[in-house]
């Protein structure tokens, strides 16, 4: 009897019903210790895919898996999700899909991406690229529960560093000339294909993504062009001239691949790109993600050519309540006959452009920008390009594995904006974009040195 009381208990508390005698379910929740594993090991690189494997579990147990981790200034970023463990009583998210939480279906890496941050509006960034990782934390908990219920002992836990730099790559703080920035040297003789990246209006030096490329053998210069040391405070009056400076200090180095680079900018930076492949020679593959095809906020000057920047409308900002705006109603249309002097005459660059865009973008209309530099480009007899573009996706596309971000503080605006986009698709925009993007820039850069 108190046998048969006992496995009551045990049914009820995993949900599994008598799929085996009440000595072989008991002599199993006794004996084994649930433990969760981490693949390909403790250590690992952020855009390293990782398999969770859970063991000890009871016949088809309900279980909640969960992951944190805190950024460098402390915030707190978690997840979780309801899985219900095989009839061994093995769980892994890798074959079984997830039942609800953060995310639902077979989503090996869904407890990564959907990291959502406790204080609302905060964006995961990586600082600090060489000497400390993310830590993520994942536990497992006996039942179905939400965040908020987790607050019981876990039945297991594990711990993977997501580190940004593998062993041998070279960083290197930059400051040659005007030049600005990081490079990032993969380890071996090279030649590697050269990169110039660059973000956008945050105004500090972001080296998460050139890091993470040198990885791949991309040799990187993560180049500052406002509010970073002693560069100008804002870019309302930008001269390209820089741009070309930190283009030839990249050509120069002596593990380069010759004679021409590559350049990879993100909303601001993805108007600069296209501006560098137009003017600046020896930029022969541009990757534009989420940009616009005119000059944008602020005048751009490349020696006697002058860009303005694009017109904006204020009164587009829509107030989604007293703390958050959306803002993809303020660029005006490039096309319009008073924005034509801002548009980049793309038509006139030898190089190659990839376009990327997700079409829930709210920061600004970077579907419609994409399709006119597209068609300026076919109007004047050019092929020079690629779209990639990915439905539910937002604004703010990074390297696969960082968290979605819905809304985060916006330094011109002065307030947190929406980027858009849906969780679960951007996320796997992220894990599709990065490959494509790399294949592009190898495909151009290694052609152009073979000419």
């Not at 876990?154 to 703080?173: C, D, E, H």
């Not at 002596?254 to 790109?273: C, F």
Request: with cysteine.
């Amino acid at each position: 009897m108190l046998m048969r009381s006992s496995l009551r208990a045990v049914s009820a508390l995993s949900g599994v019903g008598y799929l085996a005698s009440p000595d072989v379910l008991l002599v199993h929740r006794a004996t084994m210790a649930v433990s969760v594993r981490v693949q390909p090991g403790p250590d690992s690189l952020f855009d390293e895919p990782l398999r969770m494997r859970v063991s000890g579990l009871s016949p088809l147990q309900p279980v909640t898996m969960k992951a944190w981790l805190r950024d460098e200034k402390g915030q707190l970023f978690q997840s979780a999700a309801l899985y219900r463990a095989d009839g061994e009583g093995e769980l892994d998210p890798a074959l079984s899909p997830s039942l609800g939480g953060h995310y639902t279906g077979i989503q090996p890496m869904g407890l990564l991406w959907s990291l959502s941050p406790q204080t609302p509006f905060t964006r995961l960034v990586k600082r600090d690229v060489a000497s400390s990782p993310f830590s993520v934390h994942i536990q497992v908990f006996d039942g179905h529960c939400s965040l908020e219920q987790l607050t019981h002992q876990p039945l297991a836990t594990a711990t993977n560093q997501r580190w940004f730099m593998k062993k041998g790559v070279s960083r290197i703080p930059v400051r040659e000339g005007r030049v600005r920035g990081t490079l990032f040297i993969p380890p071996g003789n090279g030649p590697f294909p050269g990169i110039v990246d660059l973000y956008g209006s945050g105004g500090v030096l972001m080296e998460q993504r050139a890091s993470l490329l040198a990885n791949h053998g991309f040799l990187t210069l993560a180049l500052g062009y406002f509010g970073f040391d002693d560069l100008p405070s804002n870019f309302m009056d930008l001269d390209l001239e820089y741009f070309e400076e930190a283009v030839n200090f990249l050509r120069q180095h002596p593990k380069v691949l010759g004679p021409g680079v590559g350049a990879i900018g993100v909303s601001k930076g993805g108007d600069l790109v296209l501006s560098m492949a137009t003017f600046v020679p020896h930029v022969i593959a541009a990757v534009s993600i989420g940009g616009c095809n005119a000059n944008t906020l602020g005048n751009l000057h490349y020696k006697n050519i002058t860009l303005p920047g694009l017109s904006t409308s204020l009164d587009g900002i829509k107030f989604i309540n007293s703390n958050l705006a959306d803002i993809s109603e303020v660029m005006n249309n490039p096309m319009d006959g008073a924005n034509k002097d801002s548009v980049i005459p793309i038509e006139k660059a030898e190089g190659h452009f990839l376009f990327v865009v997700g079409e829930d973008d709210k920061n600004w209309k970077s579907p419609l920008y994409a399709q006119q530099a597209i068609e300026k480009l076919k109007e004047n007899g050019k092929e020079n390009y690629e779209l990639i573009t990915y439905p539910e996706a937002g604004h703010l596309l990074e390297p696969p594995y960082f968290p979605f971000c819905c809304a985060s503080f916006h330094q011109l605006v002065g307030l947190s904006v929406v980027w858009g986009g849906e969780m679960k698709s951007h996320a796997l925009a992220q894990l599709d974009l990065w490959p494509k993007m790399q294949t592009f820039l190898r495909k151009h850069l290694e052609h152009h040195s073979k000419l």
